[in-house]
């Protein structure tokens, strides 16, 4: 027999445990409660037959069976609170399955990636969503007021309207790409020859053409090579060239433009052996004008244009009134193109000041700008940018000039361009003006009382005139400085501050 306190042996005939003192009863009534334990075991036992630690507990059952019918109260308690505590924890121990996937490198790449997935789908399903709205509501008011949507579509679909400005900027860009590609030269024209461009309308469109020439310095206007350059419909045209070639009686050709910006002129004097002698040369006139792809050229005999100290404004013919002249600059010289370019960028005050420029050049003058100087007779003759006539007789041009002792007045231009003369022909009959190109200033009329009190005003300043050409074209050897002509009925535009 045992105690069924400590499980200690004891004989029958002692009532107390004489190793705890637990009181001892007898066998008959021990019995019961130990079957009644062992009962109570083997029914927690097969109330729970799943239960992970059920295998271990059978065969520590099985060891020490003889002993675990009196496990102690401590053992029993700890071994249920084992699988109680089992049973609680199989989420904990997913998730804790679940962070150490997560510590692994790979698997945090790769749930990095999943993350920004998810979230890039998230977004672009509230975009959706709300521009399907948004569509939703725009479709609702279209259909509450059609012309408004018609109106709205129009506004968005359609380009921005370009102003007259910007035309004129892009055919000023359009330009400068002809310049700078090279296309602007001909191989029908003299290779020898320099290049040269005006911007002028000549066909009414309000939008500039460039008209290239190919000349030699000093035009001696014979024949006359012309290309021109027009923007039509934001696109460059290209025109056939025009090669205007003197006849067998005809004396020097100037360019000009046709008054009210209608075409290319050419003018020429003849001399025949009916009219030789005659008080008065007649003039051959050549107008080009834009047809479609090409030139319409007409010819008008003039029998006396110009009469002696007379203006283009006055003649026998009426289309004479309006002669413009053109300014070339060579094409090396972009700054009339960029000035064009630069259209939209222009003050109220430079456009009027531009719109005053035209006026004066419409009325058939020349404008010029430059600086007013006074140069001596060694000055003149050694000017920058001039070649004397004869560049031998510099001594024997200084002492027919009264020992060097006169005085030339100027406008030092502020560009190198061309301008126009006076040519006298024979038996005192008149040649349209000269056309020089690379001038570098314009001559004042010294003997002219007029223009002598205006150098002595405006000596030093820079000054734009308007002017009409003068009776010289400096192609006399004591002309100074060489080959600039002089001008004639000057009026100030405008005087610029210092």
Wanted: aromatic content about 12%.
């Amino acid at each position: 027999m045992f105690c069924i306190n400590c499980g200690n042996p004891i004989n029958g005939t002692v009532k107390f445990c004489t190793k705890c003192g637990a009181r001892v009863e007898d066998a008959a009534s021990q019995q019961p409660q130990d079957q009644q334990s062992q009962q109570s075991q083997q029914s927690q036992q097969s109330q729970q037959p799943q239960q992970t630690y059920a295998p271990q507990q059978t065969q520590q059952y099985q060891q020490y069976q003889p002993s675990n019918q009196y496990q102690s109260s401590q053992q029993y308690q700890q071994s249920q609170q084992s699988a109680y505590t089992q049973q609680l924890n199989p989420v904990k121990q997913k998730f804790s399955k679940f962070f150490a996937a997560l510590s692994q490198p790979k698997n945090l790449i790769i749930t990095i990636i999943s993350a920004v997935v998810v979230i890039v789908l998230v977004v672009c399903t509230c975009v959706w969503y709300f521009r399907s709205n948004n569509n939703s509501s725009s479709t609702r008011g279209a259909n509450s007021n059609p012309n408004a949507a018609g109106n709205a579509f129009n506004n968005a679909s359609a380009p921005k309207a370009l102003t007259q400005d910007d035309i004129i900027s892009n055919a000023g860009k359009a330009y400068k790409n002809v310049i700078d590609s090279g296309s602007y030269t001909s191989t029908n024209f003299p290779q020898h020859y320099s290049y040269y461009y005006a911007l002028w309308d000549i066909d009414g469109d309000n939008i500039p053409e460039m008209v290239v020439t190919a000349s030699e310095n000093f035009n001696i206007g014979e024949d006359q090579y012309i290309h021109v350059f027009s923007y039509k419909n934001g696109k460059i045209v290209s025109y056939p060239d025009i090669i205007d070639k003197h006849d067998i009686y005809e004396e020097s050709g100037t360019i000009f433009f046709g008054g009210n910006h209608d075409g290319i002129v050419v003018a020429r004097s003849y001399q025949t052996p009916e009219n030789d002698g005659v008080d008065g040369l007649p003039w051959h006139v050549y107008t080009y004008k834009i047809n479609g792809k090409s030139f319409d050229k007409s010819t008008v005999d003039v029998a006396k244009p110009i009469e002696f100290k007379t203006k283009f404004t006055t003649g026998s013919l009426a289309g004479l009134q309006n002669f413009v002249y053109p300014k070339f600059v060579s094409v090396n010289d972009l700054t009339d193109i960029n000035n064009l370019i630069d259209t939209p960028n222009l003050t109220p005050e430079q456009k009027k000041m531009n719109k005053t420029i035209n006026e004066w050049l419409e009325k058939g003058y020349q404008v010029f700008s430059g600086t007013v100087k006074r140069l001596s007779a060694e000055e003149a003759y050694d000017y920058p940018g001039t070649t004397p006539n004869d560049p031998n007789a510099k001594d024997e041009v200084m002492k027919s000039l009264n020992e060097g002792n006169g005085t030339f007045d100027i406008i030092a231009l502020d560009q190198k361009r061309s301008g126009n003369g006076f040519r006298t022909g024979m038996y005192g009959g008149f040649m349209p003006s000269h056309m020089i190109f690379d001038l570098v200033s314009v001559r004042f009329d010294n003997s002219d009382k007029d223009q002598a009190a205006f150098v002595e005003k405006y000596a030093g300043k820079k000054i734009m005139v308007a002017a009409h050409p003068g009776g010289y074209d400096g192609g006399n050897w004591m002309e100074l400085p060489a080959r600039q002509p002089t001008v004639d009925e000057v009026h100030l535009i405008k005087e610029y501050s210092e």
